[in-house]
T-cell receptor, first 118, second 114 residues
Framework: AQKITQTQPGMFVQEKEAVTLDCTYD???????LFWYKQPSSGEMIFLIY??????QNATEGRYSLNFQKARKSANLVISASQLGDSAMYFCAMREGRRYSSASKIIFGSGTRLSIRP | EAGVAQSPRYKIIEKRQSVAFWCNPISGHATLYWYQQILGQGPKLLIQ????????DSQLPKDRFSAERLKGVDSTLKIQPAKLEDSAVYLC????????????FGPGTRLTVT
């Protein structure tokens, strides 16, 4: 069965340090996608980064990179040079099924609350 | 470009009452999603529309929840009658039909059932 696990309920990091948020997943599909969303206290979910199961290179978007280890079924988010504005909930999510398919399902992990100390 | 709009932002009702939420997706987005996010948890998909057709409603409690997307644009989600465990944030998201992996979320409606 499709499952996403985020084992860190909360993390504290000093400003300007790098931080890694853990995510492991379980799926029997060969074709799937993994993404990360940020949810500030305002409540809106903000898309950060996407990694397809067949993508050979790790995805990067500015200060965000996804450390994709397919054999370990992990998709950790790395934030470089953290900023105070990075304080938020972070959710890992997985899309099972073919990309661009409207029938593909998405499930979310339970989230990690990241707090950046000045 | 305007984002996903939702209303109301907050709603407090008593159990057994009914409530409705409204969502207007980003213009041109064919796929619309409703999620329920209980405090301390990740969002759970309730229903997914492609244009005005339902693609997935397997996790929608159909005895009390209903949703429609008339004309394939905006959508309403209704709860009738509400239970205490329905207290949550209800998030609406939309995506382009051909870029289904990236969803854009609205600000959500926080429902409190007393």
């Amino acid at each position: 069965a499709q499952k996403i696990t985020q084992t860190q309920p909360g993390m504290f990091v000093q400003e300007k340090e790098a931080v890694t948020l853990d995510c492991t997943y379980d799926t029997s599909d060969q074709s799937y996608g993994l993404f990360w969303y940020k949810q500030p206290s305002s409540g809106e979910m903000i898309f950060l980064i996407y990694q397809g199961s067949y993508d050979e290179q790790n995805a990067t978007e500015g200060r965000y990179s996804l450390n994709f280890q397919k054999a370990r079924k992990s998709a950790n988010l790395v934030i470089s040079a953290s900023q105070l504005g990075d304080s938020a909930m972070y959710f890992c999510a997985m899309r099972e099924g073919r990309r661009y398919s409207s029938a593909s399902k998405i499930i979310f992990g339970s989230g990690t609350r990241l707090s950046i100390r000045p | 470009e305007a984002g996903v709009a939702q209303s109301p932002r907050y709603k407090i009702i008593e159990k057994r009452q009914s409530v409705a939420f409204w969502c207007n997706p980003i213009s041109g987005h064919a796929t619309l999603y409703w999620y329920q996010q209980i405090l301390g948890q990740g969002p759970k998909l309730l229903i997914q529309f492609q244009n005005n057709g339902v693609v997935d409603d397997s996790q929608l409690p159909k005895d009390r929840f209903s949703a429609e997307r008339l004309k394939g644009v905006d959508s309403t989600l209704k709860i009738q009658p509400a239970k205490l465990e329905d207290s949550a944030v209800y998030l609406c998201a939309s995506s382009l039909a051909l870029v289904g992996y990236e969803q854009y979320f609205g600000p959500g409606t926080r429902l409190t059932v007393t």
